[in-house]
């Protein structure tokens, strides 16, 4: 799914789409000339005339001619062959050609190439299968032998059909199918390109989280009631930025910068830091600094863009009662809020060693009460709705 993800963001979708619509009307502009020049024809015209630019052309000729007789009546008995030109410079199919006699006499004795039909003096011609499509600036040939009063050399002709054209006789065609397989060899390198820098993000996401681990659990380990703190401050923080609505990757981000907040506690002494009783003024101040020395060890941790921030403002309070800076509301940055809230569940959750944890209803009052005052409205509803929902689990 992550990998999806990478070859399918905003960004490429955008390409994508651009590179569909560009196709598409390349496709449309096709099947419309195809469609377009599909036309059927009809021409008349005579034997002699001037044919001036037509695109099919027809001529019988007389090859021989003879004496016959029907009965003892004397008549002509002629060879007539014909030829259909196709100049058109497309494919000609389902031709029909009426011949029409200068006189409505005689009859057909014989023909090729295709069938007849006699009326009066218009002779139809059904060409046969073989004769039937003739491909551009090419021709065919017919014939009939006709017996008859005289040998006529005088016709008219009508001659119909359809012109055929093909896909690929359009140079649009072939920019389809090359855009097509241009579209498909950058798709297939985009993807592969993406899918390694997605693996390589994996990798590198897991050295660092490892190597954050490494650091957080030896400051978690100071202190038995604070064991995996800052991983379940992290899980909390994700959670609340997901049910807020982030992307992914802030997600992550918030993550990170949730698991290292407390990291200036490497810096206080265990004698304070894990001090079971009540703490003196003095004490409180000194943990108090474990934020402003957060902040002083994250000042050089740029890769992780509000890492700095996060350790030093996240005992801030949204009213501005919380320290160190004691900012307020909006000038608090918003991983810092996240975190608050994700750590004080997180204290309220867990047992301490002057407390058990509080159970889920006061924890939810906890939240209510202190919305707008130590919480940032916003997040502490998204951390009632995490609880309400299940998401989030809290101790009985
Ligand atoms: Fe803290």
Redesign the pocket.
């Given at each position: 799914m992550a990998y999806l993800r990478s070859i399918f963001n905003r960004k490429s979708i955008f390409w994508f789409v651009c590179a569909l619509v560009l196709w598409l009307a390349l496709f449309v502009d096709l099947v419309i000339s195809v469609r377009s020049e599909n036309s059927s024809f009809s021409y008349s015209f005579a034997g002699d005339s001037d044919r001036g630019s037509l695109p099919v052309d027809v001529s019988i000729n007389v090859s021989q001619s003879w004496d016959d007789y029907i009965g003892d009546v004397q008549i002509k008995g002629a060879e007539y062959d014909g030829t259909v030109v196709n100049g058109s410079g497309k494919e000609i199919r389902n031709w029909i050609l009426t011949i029409k006699l200068p006189e409505s006499d005689g009859q057909i004795d014989s023909s090729w190439n295709g069938t007849y039909e006699k009326t009066g003096n218009a002779i139809d011609y059904y060409p046969d299968k073989n004769v039937y499509v003739i491909e551009k600036d090419s021709f065919r040939t017919f014939g009939f032998i006709l017996k008859s009063a005289e040998v006529y050399n005088d016709f008219a002709f009508d001659i119909s059909g359809r012109y055929v054209t093909y896909k690929e006789d359009y140079p649009m065609y072939w920019a389809i199918v090359y855009i097509t397989i241009a579209y498909a060899v950058a798709f297939i390198m985009y993807a592969s390109m993406q899918i390694k820098m997605e693996m390589r993000r994996r990798s590198d996401d897991e050295i660092i989280r490892q190597t954050m681990m490494v650091f957080v659990n030896s400051i978690d380990a100071r202190d038995e009631y604070t064991k995996g703190h800052s991983v379940r401050v992290s899980e909390y923080s994700s959670a609340i930025a997901k049910e807020m609505g982030y992307s992914d990757d802030e997600v992550r981000k918030i993550g990170y910068i949730a698991l290292l907040?407390?990291c200036g506690k490497i810096m206080i002494p265990g004698s304070v830091l894990k001090k079971p009783g009540k703490l003196t003024e003095e004490e409180k101040r000194e943990i108090r600094q474990?934020?402003v020395m957060g902040g002083k060890m994250l000042e050089g941790f740029t890769s992780l863009e509000g890492a700095r921030e996060g350790a030093l403002y996240?005992?801030e309070y949204y009213n501005g009662e919380g320290y160190p800076e004691g900012l307020k509301g909006e000038q608090i940055p918003k991983p810092a809020r996240i975190i608050c809230v994700a750590?004080s569940f997180d204290a309220m959750n867990s047992d301490r060693c002057y407390r058990k944890h509080l159970g889920r209803e006061r924890i939810e009052a906890e939240l209510r009460n202190n919305k707008g005052i130590q919480f940032d409205p916003e997040v502490a509803e998204c951390m009632l709705r995490l609880i309400e929902t299940g998401k989030l689990h809290v101790m009985d």
């Open positions: 907040h407390d474990h934020t996240h005992h750590d």
